[in-house]
């Protein structure tokens, strides 16, 4: 193994900074990861129960729920690969076919046709998008992260995650039809066009095209294509229409869904801490959406916020949700939590990065219950890590550097310590943020008015005196 890639048995090699999926499994440290892609819709509770127990067979049993809205199982043995891949296959949640499932990167909006606020049930849409995208030879070379969000609006929308390519409901003359929109989120994305619903698979697979056909081994992902070649070397695609450059899709979401009971009891939503589960708790949770709202109907949407809404369910839902360690109240400080997976599941991580979190946020009542959020990465790559966080960590060797509003890579605020030290540093910093904020000022409002040298030498100070 070299570190450039990763050797996996009965797999391809997969290139580090690649997405892993069921036919191009990733080594970590517990084993091969596996990585299904999102279910439009979701997974039925029998398709769950598939996955609960093929991860309990051929895996370690540990599941994650991903910010793509995507599962993924933990520990697969090399010798198991194989049986896991066909189970996987056979329950309807993988591609037989490695390169169907290799560009099959589509996400879509959870609840579109649950929600009474959502502009478009767009669930058909996505699944057009993700057969017209997964069945064109042109596509399979596209960079494999290379991502599409199909948006529907509404409370349950998506529009804070990034996309190659995005698709937004929008108000035309004739009624709604379909922003389309390159490497950004729903506020920054770069405008396309406009496409009716029966043009947009097409219209996203030739703006894919486009990106397949520029030269090179690998084509750029968009935002490296669009800086280079400008937006209009992607319009013209058939069935592409122009569309005013100020014209925003009509999403109202501002933030993650709230987790608990959706509009009208239309969804029980549950978020689990890190978006760990495991075999148990995913078989639960096919019971309990079968339970409460009825075998036909039931269904476990995957969502970008590392979470699980059940369609139909409502309040009675919310005691067993709980049992499995989900999180269902909109003030749970959990929420503010972040990490990856770290030591020992990972290979590149030196700590504990899960439990030292939720040591962690026993130091920050204040900063968590004002909404501030603490991400805590096991090393410089960031998976899965937020542009920025209020408390951001980074590990390695053992120590972590400690940022406040920080990136990953960004320069750290406190050079690299014990996770002690930083426990009482986070307790100082919250204590700093509770003393001296003025009425509904966050983390970053605070450094604002008074320098960041302030708050660090303040938080010294404070720590030097606890
Ligand atoms: S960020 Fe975490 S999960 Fe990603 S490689 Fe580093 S330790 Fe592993």
Known sequence: MNDSSRTIAGGRPVPRGACPGVAAPLASGDGLLLRLRH?????????????????????????????????????????????????????????????????????????????PQARADVTGLGRAVAGRI?????????????????????VAGIPGVYADVRVDPVAVPDGVGYRVAAAGRGADAVILGWARAEDVPGVVAGVLGRLAGIGGATPPRMAAALAERGADAFRGVPGLQTLDADTHGMTTASGPCAPGVGPAGAWVHAVFPFGALDADTLDGLAAIAEGHAGAASASLRLTPWRSVMLAGAGDDALAPLNALGAITAADDPRLGLGACVGAPGCASGSTPTRGDAAAMERMAPTLLAAGERLHVSGCGKGCGAPPTA??????????????????????????????????????????????????????????????????VRAVNEESERG
Not at 147 to 152: P, T
């Open 390 to 455: 209020s408390i951001m960590l980074v590990a390695a060797e053992g120590r972590y550097a400690m940022a406040v509003t920080g990136s990953v890579a960004g320069a750290p605020d406190w050079p690299p310590a014990p996770a002690a030290t930083v426990r009482a540093r986070i307790a100082a910093l919250d204590a700093v943020y509770a003393r001296r904020r003025q009425q509904g000022e966050s983390l970053e409002q605070l450094i604002h008015r008074l320098g960041r040298a302030t708050v």
């Open 39 to 115: 279910p439009v819709g979701g997974l039925t509770p029998a398709q769950a129960r598939a996955v609960a127990d093929t991860a309990r067979r051929c895996g370690n049993s540990a599941l994650e729920l991903t910010s793509r809205g995507n599962l993924q199982l933990r520990g697969v043995a090399g010798d198991a690969l194989p049986a896991a891949q066909a189970r996987l296959v056979a329950a309807g949640v993988a591609d037989d076919d490695p390169g169907r499932e290799a560009v099959r990167n589509v996400l879509v909006a959870p609840a579109s046709d649950l929600d």
């Open 134 to 154: 997964a069945g064109d030879p042109a596509l399979r070379g596209l960079p494999a992260k290379t991502g599409v969000v199909i948006d529907g609006g509404g």
